[in-house]
T-cell receptor, first 111, second 115 residues
């Protein structure tokens, strides 16, 4: 079983739609979680951190459910520019800074 | 100018050749990382370095070696390239862990094809 699992999609949604991605993780000792965004053939970039209390940044909301070992990303009022691959990422339990990446979920927002 | 640069950006080589991928950063970060990305597998860590004298293997280090020539430079070598090393390679940097705000910054990637 992969340490971080995501539905690869693609998720095809119309502009203005609300879309949610989930990601499950197997290491319950993980301390930190993130969502990175990766545009086609480009480098990943940090979208937002995921805190136990939840985290909202404009149209984006990230939540962590430790009991069920999943994190989620909600995008409201989707824009064409949101089309990308979203990578679920966890930092390992040791103090090393090592990140473990999911394979990514691809979002296509259609006009 | 980009904070994290990688050279070359694209490379096609033949089986058995020695290849070096280079990474430079101007962010002043201590920590540097090399990942490879394959379709359907996500990014996987090859090697990482916390400072010039500290080099560590990641989850898929076999067939690779690294050199941390300076704080700003971290190179990845394939001593004898093989076709299953065809992938997109990313270098990344981060500062010392500072609570939960530590972020990794990625270079633009090197697309390597081994024939």
């Amino acid at each position: 079983r992969k340490e971080v699992e995501q539905d690869p999609g693609p998720f095809n949604v119309p502009e203005g739609a609300t879309v949610a991605f989930n990601c499950t993780y197997s290491n319950s000792a993980s301390q930190s979680f993130f969502w990175y965004r990766q545009d086609c053939r480009k480098e990943p970039k940090l979208l937002m951190s995921v805190y136990s209390s939840g985290n909202e940044d404009g149209r984006f909301t990230a939540q962590l459910n430790r009991a069920s070992q999943y994190i989620s990303l909600l995008i409201r009022d989707s824009k064409l520019s949101d089309s990308a691959t979203y990578l679920c990422v966890q930092r390992g339990s040791s103090n090393t800074g090592k990140l473990i990446f999911g394979q990514g979920t691809t979002l296509q927002v259609k006009p | 100018d980009a904070d994290v640069t990688q050279t070359p950006r694209n490379r096609i080589t033949k089986t058995g050749k020695r290849i070096m991928l280079e990474c430079s950063q101007t962010k002043g970060h201590d920590r540097m990382y090399w990942y490879r990305q394959d379709p359907g597998l996500g990014l996987r860590l090859i090697y990482y370095s916390f400072d010039v004298k500290d080099i560590n293997k990641g989850e898929i280090s076999d067939g690779y070696s690294v050199s941390r020539q300076a704080q700003a430079k971290f190179s990845l070598s394939l001593e004898s390239a093989i076709p299953n090393q065809t992938a997109l390679y990313f270098c990344a940097t981060s500062d010392r862990l500072a609570g939960e705000e530590d972020t990794q910054y990625f270079g633009p990637g090197t697309r390597l094809t081994v024939l």
